[in-house]
């Protein structure tokens, strides 16, 4: 039996029970030593297997392209529902890592509407002298703009609730996330001439220095992916001459990939090997966060590249902005008591209402904010979800929201 007791255990009732050996134990900690190119290799230049994609259109260069229209006909009935959700997880985790939805945003004019409202904010933030860089690219590369979830509501309400009602968004949100997820946004408008990105990963682990990640202990780097949901929608159709984002299929999968990406030959080897998916204005790709990718080099002469930037975190973990749900769910609360009245399903008023509130009721004080009916007091979007059905006026939920955060903050 090899290692014969030392590999067994009794239980309290006499059974026995196999214990993990040190052959096959998971590793507690990572290191830069952990950092094989050969082995991110291997892993890397596997092919995906259309054959565990059953309702995706084609995969083109490793990546799985959804028709969305197709997608929402499969998704007309609850067992329909789950297939679709757990190839998209299967997809995102086991697999390349990514998909495309086409079609993800079917009317064009939601699409445009929304592309107007953020010019409209790049332009005040650019006369106002409060313009914005990004991450991993180089000043003046792009226009950014942060926050851009909470400035479209507080602005243009209409539009953001036309915008965020969209299906497609929620059916992978709660695939990958589960219900209560949070919605963050960031426009990026990459110019004429912009340089490339940096290859990197996501939030969380993917925003830390080197050292601070290597702090962590290799459970958190497998947790990490599985906070977060990044996508990216095509706000302009995207020509590969004008750099939509480069992506690594399959690299998700690296264990040590938070503390790879920033080794020289790691970033080489994602120069030399990545896809590059053209994008028509409406179409939606979301990704692993663990996945390496960079935004293109845009080397068209007329194309201002711009993409609606999607982080959708897990109820249990912490989004990326703060952001001023309370004002949002004031503003957006008129627009939903116009929909529901012009006859809107609840499922469109739920996605706007999801987008807009936070769905978790915790941190809290107890003493001032018990649970009502079960473990949890109601959370903002309860509340908002509760003006919505009665009728509320504007005040009473004014009033509503901010007695709640009062509670919450003790």
Same mark, same amino acid.
């Given at each position: 039996?090899?290692?014969?007791?030392?590999?067994?255990?009794?239980?309290?009732?006499?059974?026995?029970?196999?214990?993990?050996?040190?052959?096959?134990?998971?590793?507690?900690?990572?290191?830069?030593? %952990?950092? #094989?190119? &050969? !082995? /991110?290799?291997? =892993?890397? +230049?596997? *092919?995906?297997?259309?054959?565990?994609?059953?309702?995706?259109?084609?995969?083109?260069?490793?990546?799985?392209?959804?028709?969305?229209?197709?997608?929402?006909?499969?998704?007309?009935?609850?067992?329909?529902?789950?297939?679709?959700?757990?190839?998209?997880?299967?997809?995102?985790?086991?697999?390349?890592?990514?998909?495309?939805?086409?079609?993800?945003?079917?009317?064009?004019?939601?699409? %445009?509407? #929304?592309? &107007? !409202? /953020?010019?409209? =904010?790049? +332009?005040? *933030?650019?006369?106002?002298?409060?313009?914005?860089?990004?991450?991993?690219?180089?000043?003046?590369?792009?226009?950014?703009?942060?926050?851009?979830?909470?400035?479209?509501?507080?602005?243009?309400?209409?539009?953001?609730?036309?915008?965020?009602?969209?299906?497609?968004?929620?059916?992978?949100?709660?695939?990958?996330?589960?219900?209560?997820?949070?919605?963050?946004?960031?426009?990026?408008?990459?110019?004429?001439?912009? !340089?490339?990105?940096?290859?990197?990963?996501?939030?969380?682990?993917?925003?830390?220095?080197?050292?601070?990640?290597?702090?962590?202990?290799?459970?958190?780097?497998?947790?990490?992916?599985?906070?977060?949901?990044?996508?990216?929608?095509?706000?302009?159709?995207?020509?590969?001459?004008?750099?939509?984002?480069?992506?690594?299929?399959?690299?998700?999968?690296?264990?040590?990939?938070?503390?790879?990406?920033?080794?020289?030959?790691?970033?080489?080897?994602?120069?030399?090997?990545?896809?590059?998916?053209?994008?028509?204005?409406?179409?939606?790709?979301?990704?692993?966060?663990?996945?390496?990718?960079?935004?293109?080099?845009?080397?068209?002469?007329?194309?201002?590249?711009?993409?609606?930037?999607?982080?959708?975190?897990?109820?249990?973990?912490?989004?990326?902005?703060?952001?001023?749900?309370?004002?949002?769910?004031?503003?957006?609360?008129?627009?939903?008591?116009?929909?529901?009245?012009?006859?809107?399903?609840?499922?469109?008023?739920?996605?706007?209402?999801?987008?807009?509130?936070?769905?978790?009721?915790?941190?809290?004080?107890?003493?001032?904010?018990?649970?009502?009916?079960?473990?949890?007091?109601?959370?903002?979007?309860?509340?908002?979800?509760?003006?919505?059905?009665?009728?509320?006026?504007?005040?009473?939920?004014?009033?509503?929201?901010?007695?709640?955060?009062?509670?919450?903050?003790?």
């Amino acid at each position: 039996m090899g290692s014969g007791s030392q590999d067994w255990q009794k239980g309290k009732h006499g059974e026995r029970t196999r214990m993990p050996s040190q052959t096959t134990a998971r590793r507690t900690r990572l290191t830069e030593a %952990d950092c #094989a190119l &050969d !082995a /991110f290799r291997t =892993l890397v +230049e596997q *092919e995906t297997d259309a054959a565990d994609h059953p309702t995706a259109e084609r995969v083109e260069q490793n990546v799985p392209l959804y028709d969305s229209d197709r997608l929402r006909a499969l998704t007309a009935t609850a067992d329909g529902r789950h297939e679709v959700r757990d190839e998209l997880v299967r997809a995102l985790l086991d697999g390349p890592g990514i998909v495309v939805l086409k079609g993800a945003f079917a009317d064009p004019d939601v699409v %445009d509407r #929304a592309t &107007d !409202a /953020f010019t409209a =904010l790049i +332009e005040e *933030e650019r006369a106002s002298g409060t313009a914005r860089g990004d991450h991993f690219a180089r000043p003046g590369a792009n226009d950014r703009v942060w926050n851009a979830l909470d400035k479209m509501a507080v602005r243009a309400p209409e539009v953001f609730a036309d915008y965020y009602a969209n299906d497609m968004v929620a059916l992978i949100a709660e695939a990958w996330l589960g219900p209560a997820y949070q919605v963050t946004s960031q426009v990026n408008v990459v110019n004429p001439g912009g !340089a490339a990105q940096r290859v990197h990963r996501d939030y969380h682990l993917g925003f830390l220095s080197q050292e601070r990640a290597a702090a962590y202990p290799a459970h958190v780097h497998r947790l990490s992916p599985v906070l977060t949901l990044q996508g990216a929608v095509a706000h302009c159709d995207m020509p590969v001459e004008s750099g939509p984002t480069l992506y690594l299929p399959h690299s998700q999968k690296y264990e040590p990939g938070y503390l790879a990406w920033r080794l020289p030959e790691f970033a080489r080897y994602f120069d030399a090997h990545h896809v590059q998916l053209p994008l028509d204005k409406g179409d939606a790709v979301f990704f692993n966060p663990a996945l390496f990718h960079a935004a293109g080099h845009n080397r068209s002469t007329g194309i201002r590249r711009m993409a609606n930037l999607l982080q959708i975190s897990s109820a249990f973990g912490r989004a990326m902005e703060t952001v001023d749900r309370e004002a949002m769910a004031n503003a957006l609360f008129p627009v939903l008591l116009r929909r529901r009245a012009d006859g809107v399903s609840e499922d469109w008023l739920r996605r706007v209402v999801a987008a807009t509130a936070e769905g978790y009721p915790f941190p809290t004080d107890l003493d001032l904010d018990p649970p009502v009916d079960g473990l949890a007091p109601p959370s903002q979007a309860d509340t908002v979800w509760q003006a919505v059905t009665e009728g509320w006026t504007p005040g009473r939920l004014r009033q509503g929201l901010r007695a709640g955060a009062e509670r919450r903050h003790g």
